[in-house]
């Protein structure tokens, strides 16, 4: 029903920005959620913030005040920025889209930080 596509990944040194890309292939203006997960090698996936259709936002804590995500229906696009980067936020980037109770999955973009 809905197909994700990621890109912006690649490898920035510690303290810089990197800006992802989450195109989907419908209007995203009725999906629930949208958003970002991570899993970097050995550790298991936690989520890095989400977008809700009514604009709330959420974010883990490890990320707060550092990423931003956002929504541009028009580009059926979501967003994430990310600033001051760490060598912890290495990573897979996956995003996600919930549409009532059906999960749909991108196939992840990979954010190396360098010390």
């Known amino acids: 029903q809905v197909q994700l596509v990621e890109s912006g990944g690649g490898l920035v040194q510690a303290g810089g920005s990197l800006r992802l890309s989450c195109a989907a292939s419908?209007?995203?203006?009725?999906?629930?959620?949208m958003g970002w997960y991570r899993q970097a090698p050995g550790k298991q996936r936690e989520l890095v913030a989400d977008?809700?259709?009514?604009?709330?936002?959420n974010y883990a804590d490890s990320v707060k005040g550092r990423f931003t995500i956002s929504r541009d229906n028009a580009k059926n696009t979501v967003y994430l920025q990310m600033s001051s980067l760490k060598p912890e936020d290495t990573a897979t980037y996956s995003c996600y889209a919930r549409v009532v109770f059906v999960n749909y999955w991108g196939k992840g973009t990979l954010v190396t930080v360098s010390s």
């Open positions: 977008i809700t259709s009514d604009g709330s936002t």
């Open positions: 419908r209007s995203i203006f009725s999906i629930t959620v």
